[in-house]
């Protein structure tokens, strides 16, 4: 097998003598499959060997992520995605028979749905579609080249405006850089809302040594495909903004966590960065600012549990991915324990515009619309639009349908009934109809939407995500599904009031004790439908 080692900065500070390497392993583990299309047991013992890893070790590793196979299987794939937004739009589970044709988790295509994606080799095989943006260009702003620059060119990226942030950040210095973000008020564009300016002083007043900036690309939760609009259309401004990240904080390393669904993303980013170098904004000298940053780009594997930042860190290091208990927070111990600083890629995008030399642009923020609407698409609207503007802007649901519920925010959110889509889009107003932005995610559900069906397919959702590390979670989410199945095929344990609450109290005891958001959440969409939409005949 060919050399497994990527070019790396040497062994990161902090990592145990007796692994050696060991953040080289999921790179190893996807270069063997590419080029089979299966780990076979002696390459997963080569692999073992080559690392200093125990065999048992490396599997654990290895079968922990849904795009790996142990089974021969082609190189070329056609995966299927068989989550809620795909399920409700008619996509069918292939079955046995159908050699090469595999079932997918989401494939973040939600506006295509149902989706299905061709690869060979872990490349993709069909030319990237256009971008799923249906504004024009005058109202945007964090998606204003895209589908405007060739993202291949850097010279027309330049162009149109790139690259302007990172300069005016060396005139005026790494500490006016932090105090323009903390200024603006920018929060995390993941879903916990988290202050950015105080993660970039955290981790630039951080004491060790080396620090990393991380770009959380494992955009994972169905429903939601925003971030790959910009990774696939914009892949320089995710560069651009990790760097100027990198000087305000201190930081020489970046890597970019994308996820394994997003093949064409991962090649256009490993274009964009190989451009940086060779211009000199990435390197020794990142454009004559007398400081370091280099971006490696990390595949994921096909683990929604590692759009979880601990659980993220932890696969990049070569460790199953779930999630640690906090505290310590990643500004003090994150990425191989050091400083860390990360953010998903919408957050970064909002770094361009406040740094835009010319003056930052109004705050935006990007959803994405799918399901029963006339123009399925990315949207940028002011902060502060309301649901009710967000669908008009989609067309509405299509003529003769009834609109029915919202799934706002991804699996992980809950349904909003007709009655409130006059909510603003706002974390505060959100959580006062005990909804969320979350993800970003709008999945609109028509009359012809089956309820029941749906929240049965996202309860089946968090039990395959679940990484099973604790077990309010990795108990509850099967115990939940069980559940939902029964409800769902008419056949509860006893009757339907015990059967509902016995999902009250299952999904009380996964949102209470579960270590992360994923078990903490599992819940949320569940108790919406049965208490909004008197599914099962509950309603409260």
Same mark, same amino acid.
């Given at each position: %097998?060919?050399?497994?080692?990527?070019?790396?900065?040497?062994?990161?500070?902090?990592?145990?003598?007796?692994?050696?390497? =060991?953040?080289?392993?999921?790179?190893?583990?996807?270069?063997?499959?590419?080029?089979?299309?299966?780990?076979?047991?002696?390459?997963?013992?080569?692999?073992?060997?080559?690392?200093?890893?125990?065999?048992?070790?490396?599997?654990?590793?290895?079968?922990?992520?849904?795009?790996?196979?142990?089974?021969?299987?082609?190189?070329?794939?056609?995966?299927?995605?068989?989550? @809620? %937004?795909?399920?409700?739009?008619?996509?069918?589970?292939?079955?046995?028979?159908?050699?090469? @044709?595999?079932?997918?988790?989401?494939?973040? =295509?939600?506006?295509?749905?149902?989706?299905?994606?061709?690869?060979?080799?872990?490349?993709?095989?069909?030319?990237?579609?256009?971008?799923?943006?249906?504004?024009?260009?005058?109202?945007?702003?964090?998606? #204003? =080249?895209?589908?405007?620059?060739?993202?291949?060119?850097?010279?027309?990226?330049?162009?149109?405006?790139?690259?302007?942030?990172?300069?005016?950040?060396?005139?005026?210095?790494?500490?006016?850089?932090?105090?323009?973000?903390?200024?603006?008020?920018?929060?995390?564009?993941?879903?916990?809302?988290?202050?950015?300016?105080?993660?970039?002083?955290?981790?630039?007043?951080?004491?060790?040594?080396?620090?990393?900036?991380?770009?959380?690309?494992?955009?994972?939760?169905?429903?939601?495909?925003?971030?790959?609009?910009?990774?696939?259309?914009?892949?320089?401004?995710?560069?651009?903004? %990790?760097?100027?990240?990198?000087?305000?904080?201190?930081?020489?390393?970046?890597?970019?966590?994308?996820?394994?669904?997003?093949?064409?993303?991962?090649?256009?980013?490993?274009?964009?960065?190989?451009?940086?170098?060779?211009?000199?904004?990435?390197?020794?000298?990142?454009?004559?600012?007398?400081? /370091?940053?280099?971006?490696?780009?990390?595949?994921?594997?096909? /683990?929604?549990?590692?759009?979880?930042?601990?659980?993220?860190?932890?696969?990049?290091?070569?460790?199953?991915?779930?999630?640690?208990?906090?505290?310590?927070?990643?500004?003090?111990?994150?990425?191989?324990?050091?400083?860390?600083?990360?953010?998903?890629?919408?957050?970064?995008?909002?770094?361009?515009?406040?740094?835009?030399?010319?003056? /930052?642009?109004?705050?935006?923020?990007?959803?994405?619309?799918?399901?029963?609407?006339? #123009?399925?698409?990315?949207?940028?609207?002011?902060?502060?639009?309301?649901?009710?503007?967000?669908?008009?802007?989609?067309?509405?649901?299509?003529?003769?349908?009834?609109?029915?519920?919202?799934?706002?925010?991804?699996?992980?959110?809950?349904?909003?009934?007709?009655?409130?889509?006059?909510?603003?889009?706002?974390?505060?107003?959100?959580?006062?109809?005990?909804? $969320?932005?979350?993800?970003?995610?709008?999945?609109?559900?028509?009359? $012809?939407?089956?309820?029941?069906?749906?929240?049965?397919?996202?309860? $089946?959702?968090?039990?395959?995500?679940?990484?099973?590390?604790?077990?309010?979670?990795?108990?509850?989410?099967?115990?939940?599904?069980?559940?939902?199945?029964?409800?769902?095929?008419?056949?509860?344990?006893?009757?339907?009031?015990?059967? @509902?609450?016995?999902?009250?109290?299952?999904?009380?005891?996964?949102?209470?004790?579960?270590?992360?958001?994923?078990?903490?959440?599992?819940?949320?969409?569940?108790?919406?439908?049965?208490?909004?939409?008197?599914?099962?005949?509950?309603?409260?």
């Amino acid at each position: %097998m060919s050399d497994v080692r990527p070019t790396l900065v040497g062994v990161p500070v902090g990592l145990p003598v007796t692994r050696p390497r =060991r953040d080289a392993l999921l790179p190893a583990l996807h270069e063997a499959h590419d080029a089979a299309g299966w780990l076979a047991p002696e390459v997963l013992d080569a692999i073992a060997d080559r690392l200093g890893l125990g065999r048992a070790e490396v599997f654990g590793v290895a079968s922990s992520y849904a795009s790996f196979a142990f089974t021969p299987r082609s190189r070329r794939l056609r995966r299927v995605c068989t989550d @809620v %937004m795909c399920t409700a739009a008619g996509a069918v589970p292939p079955g046995a028979d159908e050699p090469g @044709v595999v079932a997918s988790p989401c494939l973040g =295509r939600c506006e295509q749905a149902p989706a299905v994606l061709d690869t060979e080799g872990g490349r993709a095989v069909v030319p990237v579609a256009p971008a799923p943006v249906p504004q024009p260009v005058s109202a945007r702003t964090l998606l #204003r =080249r895209v589908g405007v620059v060739d993202p291949a060119s850097l010279d027309d990226y330049r162009a149109h405006g790139g690259c302007a942030a990172l300069a005016h950040a060396g005139r005026i210095g790494p500490a006016a850089v932090r105090a323009a973000i903390t200024a603006s008020g920018l929060t995390g564009r993941g879903g916990a809302a988290f202050p950015a300016g105080r993660k970039w002083e955290a981790v630039a007043a951080a004491s060790g040594a080396p620090k990393y900036v991380v770009a959380n690309a494992d955009e994972s939760e169905p429903g939601t495909f925003k971030d790959r609009v910009v990774l696939e259309h914009d892949p320089f401004a995710v560069v651009e903004a %990790m760097t100027v990240a990198g000087y305000a904080v201190g930081a020489e390393v970046g890597y970019l966590y994308v996820r394994d669904e997003y093949p064409e993303a991962i090649a256009r980013l490993e274009h964009a960065i190989a451009a940086a170098e060779t211009a000199g904004l990435l390197g020794p000298d990142v454009a004559g600012l007398g400081v /370091a940053f280099r971006i490696e780009v990390r595949r994921g594997a096909g /683990a929604y549990v590692c759009g979880e930042e601990t659980a993220l860190f932890a696969s990049i290091e070569g460790f199953r991915g779930e999630p640690r208990t906090k505290p310590p927070y990643p500004v003090d111990a994150g990425l191989f324990g050091r400083p860390t600083l990360v953010h998903n890629v919408e957050t970064l995008a909002n770094v361009l515009r406040i740094l835009d030399p010319d003056g /930052a642009a109004p705050e935006t923020k990007l959803f994405s619309v799918s399901g029963a609407v006339d #123009r399925p698409g990315c949207y940028e609207v002011p902060m502060g639009t309301t649901l009710a503007a967000l669908l008009d802007l989609a067309g509405g649901v299509p003529v003769g349908r009834r609109l029915q519920a919202v799934l706002l925010g991804g699996a992980a959110g809950t349904f909003v009934p007709p009655g409130e889509i006059d909510v603003p889009l706002t974390v505060e107003a959100t959580r006062a109809i005990g909804a $969320t932005v979350g993800s970003g995610a709008v999945f609109v559900c028509d009359d $012809t939407t089956d309820l029941a069906a749906a929240v049965l397919g996202i309860a $089946t959702f968090f039990r395959e995500e679940s990484c099973g590390q604790c077990v309010p979670c990795r108990v509850g989410t099967v115990r939940q599904e069980e559940a939902l199945h029964r409800l769902v095929h008419g056949r509860p344990l006893g009757s339907v009031a015990e059967e @509902v609450q016995r999902l009250r109290d299952v999904g009380a005891a996964m949102r209470d004790a579960s270590i992360c958001g994923l078990g903490q959440f599992a819940w949320n969409a569940v108790e919406g439908a049965i208490d909004r939409f008197g599914v099962f005949g509950e309603r409260s």
